[in-house]
């Protein structure tokens, strides 16, 4: 396959999703690679394939007096620079190809080998400084494209049809968008019906959201879309990441912080609960995109057009614009 957007930046990994000194794989652009972070908080990227018989490195361990990753099959040690090693000493050139990662704020960015055309965003701790982390939700690998995973989230239509069960949205009007090059901005308000008790014990997250609130979104191509509501709980700042694995499955995470405006929730066990339930509704939103992505016919040209799609038109501009010959 021709490599998706060559050159953009993309965001892998949040340090939280490594475990200390254990292989994390990652898939972009039709190469896997393995993360790992050792007890001094320093990660390294390995290609993931073993040069001796190709057994795949992430299903290995981690030496931890060494900082090498070891091979499942024959136990063959590799250090950072992907040197073969015995007893912690490399053996002539490296032999696996590392993977080049910039590491900002516990965000883990590569470029995947490719010449930068993008400067790395600084959304994220620009709006969150303040903030507490508070986790990772709705981890997955989508069997879509990455064109159509990113459209969606420009899709102000798709809120009343694929959400409309969990959060029952009648209408989401579009205030304001702003858009400067990769970057680009929206105002809208969500109105919902009211949730019925059941729904509600089913998903906790929803007692926070009233029938009408405003949120704001904002948007750095291609990986990340921040959504922003103004809801009982307080700031919660959402980050909607994406990036290919192959030509035919997309990755996504999304980074979750906050700060609690009622003091009810910063005591120990509603913290929890605050969290938890904030966690659990950001899954369930990644889990219905997902179903509808992954139930979609092969594209056609649209013979409907609806209200706010050039906001889906733009990004989609980008993306053509910056994907040769597809």
Not at 4 to 25: D, E, F, T
Not at 243 to 266: A, H, I, M, S
Not at 276 to 303: C, I
């Amino acid at each position: 396959m021709l490599p998706i957007l060559p050159g953009a930046p993309w965001l892998v990994a949040h340090r939280s999703m490594l475990g200390v000194n254990q292989p994390y794989k990652v898939t972009l652009n039709c190469q896997d690679y393995v993360l790992w972070q050792n007890t001094q908080r320093n990660i390294f990227a390995l290609e993931n394939t073993c040069p001796h018989m190709q057994a795949p490195l992430s299903n290995g361990w981690i030496c931890e007096s060494h900082d090498t990753i070891t091979c499942p099959f024959h136990a063959l040690e590799f250090d950072r620079e992907g040197r073969l090693c015995k007893d912690g000493l490399a053996q002539g050139q490296a032999v696996v190809q590392p993977l080049e990662l910039h590491i900002k704020d516990d965000l883990i960015w590569t470029y995947g080998g490719f010449e930068p055309r993008l400067p790395i965003p600084d959304l994220i701790p620009r709006r969150t400084a303040g903030l507490t982390f508070v986790g990772v939700a709705g981890e997955k690998s989508i069997h879509a494209d990455f064109l159509s995973c990113i459209k969606i989230n420009y899709d102000f239509n798709h809120q009343n049809g694929s959400h409309r069960k969990s959060f029952k949205i009648k209408d989401n009007p579009v205030h304001r968008f702003e858009s400067d090059g990769y970057f680009a901005k929206v105002e809208q308000t969500f109105i919902r019906e009211r949730n019925t008790l059941k729904e509600i014990l089913a998903n906790p997250g929803l007692i926070s959201m009233p029938q009408s609130y405003n949120s704001n979104l904002e948007y750095t191509f291609p990986s990340t879309t921040m959504f922003d509501g103004d809801v009982d709980f307080g700031q919660i700042p959402q980050f909607y990441i994406l990036y290919p694995e192959t030509d035919r499955r997309t990755k996504t995470f999304v980074l979750c912080y906050g700060e609690w405006k009622n003091p009810l929730f910063q005591l120990p066990g509603l913290n929890v609960l605050a969290k938890n339930a904030l966690l659990k509704a950001t899954a369930m939103v990644v889990e219905q995109d997902s179903a509808t992505l992954e139930s979609l016919y092969p594209q056609q040209k649209p013979k409907i057009r609806l209200p706010k799609e050039e906001i889906m038109l733009y990004v989609e501009k980008l993306y053509r614009e910056w994907q040769p010959h597809e």
